[in-house]
């Protein structure tokens, strides 16, 4: 969309030069030009060629300068991004950490009064202990999915679009469609 864009515009600007080249005589002819205050000769094209060339110029770093802010806002995103990971990472190994001291410490507990009652409760806890680690692991893995997921779509979203010759984006099936 956005070559596609600037194609028209430079599109535009090669016709106006033609036609400036064509007409250069009646470009550059002095014609009575009346100011607010005051009155001047200048060549009126000419005058109008270089208002066309000022605003064509604005666009272009007005075009830059958007562009420049895009990537920069999302290379923040990006380290926000990475930061909020790190932080869950670590709260997640604190809360296991706990988890395992207050275990450990019923277990042993338990084990100083071995009663049958007590053994069972061992056998319990060790069982409990060990659906807990599966469990842990669990949401540890769909973390890291969904951790994956929104680099994913991340990187999807700040990927240069596709050019005009019909390429696509790397990882893009031919059809344009995005995968999920």
Same mark, same amino acid.
């Given at each position: 969309m956005v070559q596609a864009r600037t194609l028209v515009i430079v599109l535009i600007l090669v016709l106006l030069g033609a036609f400036a080249?064509?007409?250069?005589? %009646?470009?550059?002819?002095? %014609?009575?030009?009346?100011?607010?205050? %005051?009155?001047?000769?200048?060549?009126?094209?000419l005058l109008m060629l270089g208002v066309v060339a000022t605003l064509t110029l604005l666009y272009f770093l007005l075009a830059v300068g958007l562009e420049t802010t895009a990537l920069l !806002?999302?290379?923040r995103h990006a380290r926000e991004l990475?930061?909020?990971r790190k932080l869950a990472e670590d709260a997640e190994a604190s809360r296991y950490t706990e988890l395992r001291r207050f275990l450990d410490a019923e277990l042993a507990a338990l084990r100083a009064a071995p %009663? !049958?009652?007590?053994?069972e409760v061992i056998a319990r806890l060790e069982r409990l202990e060990e659906?807990?680690?599966?469990?842990?692991?669990?949401?540890?893995n769909t973390l890291a999915a969904y951790i994956g997921e929104l680099e994913d779509r991340l990187t999807r979203d700040s990927a240069p679009p596709p050019d005009d010759r019909g390429t696509q984006r790397a990882g893009q099936p031919a059809d344009g469609r995005t995968q999920p």
């Open positions: 080249w064509l007409n250069w005589a %009646t470009f550059t002819t002095p %014609t009575p030009l009346h100011l607010l205050v %005051t009155r001047m000769e200048a060549p009126l094209g !806002e999302a290379r990475e930061a909020q %009663t !049958e009652a007590g053994r659906a807990l680690k599966a469990e842990v692991e669990r949401a540890g």
